[in-house]
């Protein structure tokens, strides 16, 4: 049941050419930033990835662009990294956009063991476009997939050697579905404790969703974009 592993290359050290992988967070929070750099080492390349969004330039999910390594992308998105915005303009990354809310749902609902669900949101927009719409009670739905991934690199606060995991405020995001919507899912913690520490009733991800954990060897306190009150 110990499913520590010595470090972020040991991790992720299976992840194929072509693979598509999920990466917990929003923006600069709550992502795997040691399983994000541990690949970029790796240079695995032709990558489907599936996160909110592609960090910033050279952060986050941003190094494995600048790096060359995907060749999609969805997430719903990707207002602050020129580079993406550049090579989806001159047709070099193939992006899928996506509202967020459905998202969310189709990651969630690929957990749940649910393959698709309705929703309103893009009736009558591209997103809708070659898809099945069905009519409810008066008002038109779209049909969505449900979104799944071959591996799950997320990031939570505290996690035990089993893998039951513990997320903290905003990086509480989408780390617990993705964590259950992938064939393996990697956890890197900050703070990695023996079994029994966590109180059960605070775990957020329990063990069986995840394949493989380790206490992330570097944290970084990025800002995503700073804002400072002009001197009066």
């Known amino acids: 049941m110990n499913k520590v592993v010595a470090s972020s290359d040991e991790a992720i050290a299976d ?4 693979a598509t992988i999920m990466f ?22 032709n990558l489907i990835t599936i996160s909110n969004n592609v960090g910033v330039d050279g952060l986050g999910v941003g190094q494995l662009l600048a790096a060359g390594q995907m060749r999609r992308h969805i997430g719903s998105y990707v207002g602050e990294n020129r580079l993406l915005e550049q090579m989806m303009l001159e047709g070099k990354i193939d992006l899928e956009l996506i509202p967020q809310g459905t998202f969310s749902e189709r990651i969630r609902a690929a957990g749940a063991g649910i393959p698709a669900f309705y929703t309103p949101a893009g009736v009558g927009t591209k997103v809708a476009e070659n898809k ?20 799950a690199f997320i990031k939570a606060w505290k996690g035990d050697k089993w893998g039951n995991l513990v997320y903290r405020r905003t990086a509480r995001n989408f780390n617990p579905m993705m ?5 393996v899912t990697i ?5 990695l404790v023996d079994v029994g520490s966590l109180p059960p009733d605070l775990i957020h991800t329990p063990s069986v969703y995840v394949k ?3 206490k992330g060897e570097l944290y970084e306190k990025r800002i995503e974009r700073r804002t400072v009150r002009k001197a009066s």
Request: proline share 2%.
């Open 187 to 191: 956890a890197e913690v900050q703070e």
């Open 24 to 45: 917990g967070g929003f923006g600069l929070c709550g992502i795997p930033e040691n399983l994000i750099r541990a690949l970029v080492r790796k240079g695995t390349k």
């Open 179 to 183: 964590a259950t919507a992938a064939k």
């Open 132 to 151: 099945e719409i069905r009519e409810f009670e008066g008002r038109k739905y779209v049909m969505e997939c449900a979104l799944k991934a071959d591996f």
């Open 15 to 18: 992840v194929f050419d072509g």
């Open 212 to 214: 493989r954990i380790l």
